[in-house]
């Protein structure tokens, strides 16, 4: 048996060499773009580091080369510029890091003894209903 050069190949694994300040950790954080337009396009942050983020979205949606970006169920907001797009990931730099005022709760007003004349009827708290009933 001959061997020909031409059809041998040999393929070598080598470790993806990354060019990383800070340890990068892999998280699934549904988030919001907020373009300047106040438009908004959901996305998913898929690892985030002290430096950067990559994020998964659509690779037909455009967006701006900076802008922010809100974590949905927490109080998390960065300001991020755009480092790389491959398909429908990106690579963000953070710029900035702010946390949200927590919402305020309306407070109820107190109730007047004057206006509030009906009183509930707490009989019927925890009683079955019967279809054929009208009440």
Not at 34 to 52: F, M, Q, T, Y
Not at 55 to 76: E, K, M, Q, W
Not at 81 to 93: C, D, I
Not at 107 to 116: H, K, L, M, R
Request: proline share 7%; aromatic share 6%; charged share 25%.
């Amino acid at each position: 048996m001959k061997h020909n050069k031409n059809q041998c190949h040999r393929v070598i694994a080598m470790p993806e060499i990354q060019n990383r300040a800070s340890e990068r950790t892999n998280v699934n954080w549904i988030s919001i773009i907020r373009l300047p337009n106040g438009a908004e396009v959901p996305c998913s942050i898929k690892d985030v580091s002290s430096s950067g983020m990559k994020v998964a979205l659509p690779s037909d949606v455009a967006i701006p080369d900076t802008f922010n970006i809100r974590v949905v169920g927490r109080d998390l907001i960065f300001n991020v510029q755009q480092a790389w797009r491959r398909g429908h990931f990106v690579g963000l730099t953070i710029l900035k890091i702010g946390k949200l005022p927590a919402p305020k709760q309306e407070q109820e007003p107190e109730p007047d003894a004057a206006t509030n004349t009906n009183t509930p009827d707490y009989k019927r708290i925890g009683t079955r209903r019967n279809f054929r009933s009208r009440d």
